[in-house]
């Protein structure tokens, strides 16, 4: 079995797709070590689903290739399909079936034998806190318990690697956190965790974080590596009466790296200078704006995100 | 290549059972639809008909028989289209659907006329589409009348001329049109069983997300279209057989064919349909789309292939398109063989267009399939 060998659970080399003259994925690489949370992020169409689809072998790349627990992607996409777990953003349990009907479909789907199938079905009912509700009408549950229903039939077949696209999105901030509780035992049971995210404190959950950006990867490594893209940077957060117009009046203004709002917060990146020689206060206070507090801040993922994605906007123009 | 795991399909079409079971507005459509559509179309009236397809016997070939025929032929109602020599090859044109109306002569009419004797002349009429066949009895009255008047001047009464016609309505001499109503909703409501349900089938799942989840598990592309296909084929066979009881016991519509002809037609047409309602499937975004798609087909589907409106009636314009309409030939073969017992031997122009039908859209619809997931 080349599966248990393998020295990495996801290898992918150049691979690359293309939908006509659109480079949806421009020959990027990266591994996975076994039992990591590898988070990859980016911005709504930047390639993370379709390379998610090469990954799990439902799409064929145009170029290059992968090696999903020591199986090729491309050559033997059921192998990889068997050995793997996918939850999607949707939930896509079927609607219109109980929550046994769906179990039992999934462990059928995946050849579960009978007693494993009631060893599993056990385990993911008090997983999911679904004891009682196995008769119930899988639409009529709440976001959270379909989202953990959904991550049971995903993992019925115990893979050792879980696709997880996007699985929090729709769900509030308690859910959230069981969840990724969840996701924790998971990881700590060996299990690999692929998943994609654009809550940025999601990311700082995981161990390795890739960051693909119009099909590039352009930034790739631990939470505080990739952080330390800003180390000599300096993150200002900015009290101002009115955030919108500041940011406007500072965009384009000289020495200022990137402005953006951070909740009611103004976020500025004034590169290699400090507070007071950027005078924040003396530049916006003539324009009419109230400056409130001014404070250095230690650059968060979402800070870091947004200079990669700037410095790459100026690169390409 | 392809490796079928059976157990999967079994899941699959256990799992589509389950969803249709639950569905509240498809368990009325399958069942009470089809009996809905047999009363409706059971009683439609006949239209305008021209151009009947007509085989003339000419026993006698003399002048007057020859005035006959020109009689029929220019009153625009009939067009010639064989000249069989004897009855049996006229009912081999009337099996093979070539003609709809046979005249025959017999020897010894122009003896007749010469002597002023009274005389017979033999019409012969396909009922098995009884709208064209009441309205082409009825104009070969008019015509012979015309005629008596022609050949008979003395005769000063208009009504009772000198040729007697003898009109012979086959297969169904009652002409009622339920009789050819029932085995064309045969063809008809697989029509739309099949193509509403597969043009839904597939566009929910995508709209649901539950495809996108399928197609990451080992369930293979093949099992996943047979384990969609079978269910509704099952449903459509069903919904075949209670229209076949109801219009046999219910409206007694005599059935003189065979199963296995008009199996064999109907499963032939189903693969289209199914082809059809697979395309739509995968080429609507929304259910919606696939719903204004069908809509849009079915309306050339009842109006162009013969099934409500006799081809006889339509402009000669449109006739050239009803040959790319596959309702066409399947109601030639359910009629036929309904009513006359018309076998393969008389019916193989259809199957093969069938056939064509069924290769063309059902193989277009499988490499859409293929090329849609791939991307």
Request: proline letters at 4%.
């Amino acid at each position: 079995m080349p599966a248990a060998d393998a020295a990495n659970a996801i290898e992918v080399h150049g691979l690359r797709k293309t939908f006509g003259d659109f480079v949806a994925v421009n020959s990027i690489d990266f591994n996975v070590g076994h039992g990591e949370i590898f988070g990859f992020l980016g911005p709504n169409g930047s390639g993370k689903t379709t390379t998610i689809r090469m990954l799990c072998g439902v799409i064929a790349p145009t170029d290059g290739g992968a090696r999903v627990m020591g199986y090729d992607v491309c050559a033997e996409s059921e192998r990889v399909r068997e050995n793997i777990g996918y939850m999607s953003q949707k939930f896509s349990l079927f609607q219109d079936l109980t929550v046994d009907e769906n179990l039992k479909f999934y462990a059928g789907v995946y050849g579960l034998s009978d007693e494993k199938f009631a060893e599993r079905r056990e385990y993911i009912l008090t997983m999911a806190d679904l004891h009682g509700r196995e008769t119930e009408m899988t639409g009529d549950l709440s976001v959270g318990w379909k989202q953990r229903l959904a991550l049971g039939c995903a993992t019925i077949h115990e893979p050792r690697l879980i696709f997880l696209d996007e699985p929090t999105s729709g769900v509030d901030p308690m859910a959230r956190r069981q969840f990724w509780e969840l996701l924790h035992d998971l990881a700590a049971s060996g299990v690999t965790l692929f998943v994609t995210t654009h809550y940025m404190d999601e990311a700082t959950h995981c161990n390795r974080l890739a960051f693909i950006y119009r099909g590039d990867i352009i930034a790739e490594g631990t939470p505080n590596e990739v952080k330390g893209a800003l180390m000599r940077d300096t993150i200002l957060q900015v009290e101002v009466d009115d955030g919108e117009g500041a940011l406007a009046a500072l965009e384009g203004s000289p020495g200022i790296g990137e402005a953006y709002m951070q909740g009611a917060l103004l976020h500025v990146n004034i590169g290699e200078r400090t507070a007071a020689e950027a005078d924040l206060p003396g530049l916006l206070g003539p324009l009419g704006f109230d400056v409130r507090s001014v404070e250095p801040v230690e650059p968060t993922l979402e800070d870091a995100f947004v200079h990669l994605v700037t410095s790459q906007k100026g690169a390409s123009t | 290549m392809i490796r079928m795991s059976w157990r999967r399909v079994r899941l699959l079409i256990w799992k589509e059972f389950l969803q249709l079971k639950r569905d509240r507005s498809m368990l009325p459509i399958i069942f009470i639809m089809p009996v809905l559509q047999l009363i409706m179309f059971g009683y439609v009236i006949g239209t305008d008909v021209r151009d009947i397809r007509t085989a003339v016997v000419d026993r006698d070939g003399s002048v007057e028989s020859r005035l006959v025929i020109d009689g029929f032929t220019n009153s625009g109602f009939f067009k010639q289209v064989a000249a069989p020599a004897t009855e049996a090859e006229m009912q081999t044109l009337i099996d093979g659907n070539k003609a709809q109306v046979a005249i025959i002569i017999p020897e010894g009419f122009s003896d007749d006329v010469h002597a002023k004797r009274a005389t017979q002349i033999g019409i012969v009429v396909d009922g098995s589409d009884s709208k064209t066949a009441s309205v082409a009895s009825g104009y070969a009255g008019q015509v012979v009348a015309s005629l008596g008047r022609q050949l008979y001047p003395s005769r000063l009464s208009a009504s009772a001329g000198g040729v007697d016609a003898r009109v012979r309505v086959l297969f169904n001499p009652t002409l009622r049109s339920v009789n050819t109503m029932v085995p064309a909703l045969l063809a008809f409501i697989l029509m739309m069983s099949t193509q509403m349900t597969m043009s839904q089938a597939i566009v929910k799942e995508r709209e649901r997300g539950t495809l996108e989840q399928l197609f990451v598990t080992p369930i293979g592309r093949a099992e996943y279209l047979i384990g969609k296909l079978v269910p509704y084929v099952i449903i459509a066979t069903i919904q075949i057989t209670l229209v076949f009881t109801v219009g046999t016991i219910w409206f007694k519509v005599p059935f003189n064919g065979t199963l296995l002809v008009m199996g064999s037609g109907l499963a032939l047409f189903a693969l289209t349909s199914l082809g059809i309602g697979l395309m739509v499937s995968l080429l609507s975004r929304t259910r919606y789309q696939a719903q204004q798609a069908m809509t849009f087909l079915m309306v050339p589907s009842m109006m162009l292939s013969g099934f409500v409106f006799p081809l006889e009636s339509m402009p000669a314009v449109l006739y050239p398109l009803s040959y790319l309409i596959p309702l066409r030939y399947i109601v030639v073969v359910v009629r036929s063989n309904f009513m006359k017992g018309s076998g393969f031997s008389a019916l193989w122009p259809q199957f093969a267009a069938m056939a064509i039908f069924a290769v063309v859209v059902f193989g277009f619809g499988l490499s859409r399939f293929r090329k849609q997931l791939n991307d």
